[in-house]
């Protein structure tokens, strides 16, 4: 089955700038899409196919995606973009095991 | 305005089933796709399946098939996920989700289901 991978946390000083990655094969290959989730919420759509933002995400919030890694930047982070973020690709549907699958989660912590 | 509201919290004993209910309002259910993800205590998200518009193409993630059952129900609006044979493992939070298709964002959710599954 496919596999994503993010680091389990990343820390940043308020007003720098936020890099989470999710990595997997050949990624660049596939739409990218990006949740946030805060303790106690059902997640939030932040970013889908690879960089576009739904209507009321802030620009701070930006995607890319190429080769192996899609990377979700958060600029000027704030401390209300303190949560868990997860990215997810769908998984091609002629193999067995096919579907949505979820990145592990980065717990993004504003020090 | 979209919404889409759960079912509230459920305590199961082991080899149990529990169904979850969700229940939309404010977009036209027949178009879009429901999805069910599911989140142990303190763990990442896990898609367990979709409930699309033609019935035929319900999808089950490998893990959960032949214990779950995905079906919806065009008058109320209300898409439903039966789960049986409940152990520990299941304890979790349950989310529906929705897409525009197969391989399409989520883009509203539920606010969740907790689960509690104990002997």
């Known amino acids: 089955s496919y596999v994503l991978t993010q680091p389990p946390s990343v820390s940043v000083a308020p007003g720098q700038t936020a890099a989470i990655t999710c990595g997997g094969s050949?990624?660049?290959?596939?739409?990218v899409h990006w949740y946030q989730q805060k303790p106690g919420q059902a997640p939030l759509l932040l970013v889908y196919d690879d960089r576009d933002r739904p209507s009321g995400v802030p620009e701070r919030f930006s995607g890319s995606n190429s080769g192996n890694t899609a990377t979700l930047t958060i600029s000027r982070v704030e401390a209300g973009d303190e949560a868990d973020y997860y990215c997810?690709?769908?998984?091609?549907?002629?193999?067995?095991?096919?579907?949505?699958?979820f990145g592990g989660g980065t717990k993004l912590t504003v020090l | 305005q979209e919404r889409l509201v759960q079912s509230g919290a459920e305590v199961k004993r082991p080899g149990a089933s529990v169904t979850f209910s969700c229940e939309t309002s404010g977009f036209n259910f027949r178009s879009y796709f429901i999805h069910w993800v599911r989140q142990a205590p303190g763990q990442g998200l896990e898609w367990m399946g979709i409930s699309p518009r033609n019935v035929a193409d319900t999808s089950y993630a490998q893990k959960f098939k032949g214990r779950v059952t995905m079906t919806r129900d065009t008058s109320t609006r209300t898409a439903y996920m039966e789960l049986s044979g409940l152990t520990s493992d299941d304890t979790g939070i349950y989310f529906c989700?929705?897409?525009?298709?197969?391989?399409?964002?989520?883009?509203?959710w539920g606010q969740g289901t907790d689960l509690t599954v104990t002997s």
């Open positions: 989700a929705r897409s525009t298709g197969t391989g399409g964002r989520f883009d509203f």
């Open positions: 050949n990624i660049g290959s596939k739409a």
């Open positions: 997810q690709v769908w998984s091609d549907r002629r193999t067995v095991d096919s579907g949505w699958v």
